[in-house]
């Protein structure tokens, strides 16, 4: 092995380390049925995970990575642009969503997991403002932040080590499926809803190459998807 290909596999190896833990935690968690939907576990216990997954997800990224977040914008564009994009993902995931929940959802017959502690729990944080102050903010806001920011350090990374298309859309398709194991919970219709979501926000990051507009329409996204499920 060439000293050009052992620097590529270490920085491989540190991107792992630094994008894999939370998620594979969190998909563990859900198999063993061990992963708590309490309003203190998802208030209190997620928000801890994830200011940790950034704040290491950052220290790698600057420290040993040698990057900048500026890195992981290389694609040329404006604000408005970025705004514009992200507004057009947003009107993609929900249309895309949208489409699932009147096709396969209704296709397929399947037993999920009693979510009745989750759906109970969301309901006691919507009739409280401080919870939902909680829940909207920093949750939401950091939850989706480390999602954006893990996805587009490992993709640009690891599209980085191998200039081949096939390479690339073979990342693609691998965060994709760990990302629709994160809802492993929620049977298959669910894994096959979050993969095709993944799938649509990895390949816009491969086709445009900018962070701003995957944060945006991935918060705006997790704000639809919660004033759906509470006004219901």
Partial sequence: MTNRNTSHFIRLVLVGIAVLP????????????????SVFSLLVWQLLIISAGILWLMIINKYILK????????????LLLDISVGFLLLISVYLLDTAGRLS?????????????VLI???????????YSIVWLGPVTLLGQLFLELSRTVFLKNFW???NHPFWNWLVILFFAILLCLLSVNRGWTGMISGFSIALLFNITYYKYRRLLPLILA???FQYLRMLGFWLN
Avoid: C, M
């Fill in 22 to 37: 939370v998620y594979l935690y969190v998909i563990v968690e859900k198999i063993a049925g061990r992963f708590h939907y």
């Fill in 67 to 78: 990057k900048s977040i500026k890195d992981l914008s290389p694609g040329s564009g404006t």
């Fill in 104 to 116: 396969y959802y209704q296709w397929i017959t399947e037993t999920t997991p009693d979510r009745t």
């Fill in 120 to 130: 109970q729990s969301l309901k006691t944080i919507a009739a409280n403002p401080y």
């Fill in 160 to 162: 980085d080590s191998i």
């Fill in 218 to 220: 991935s918060i705006l």
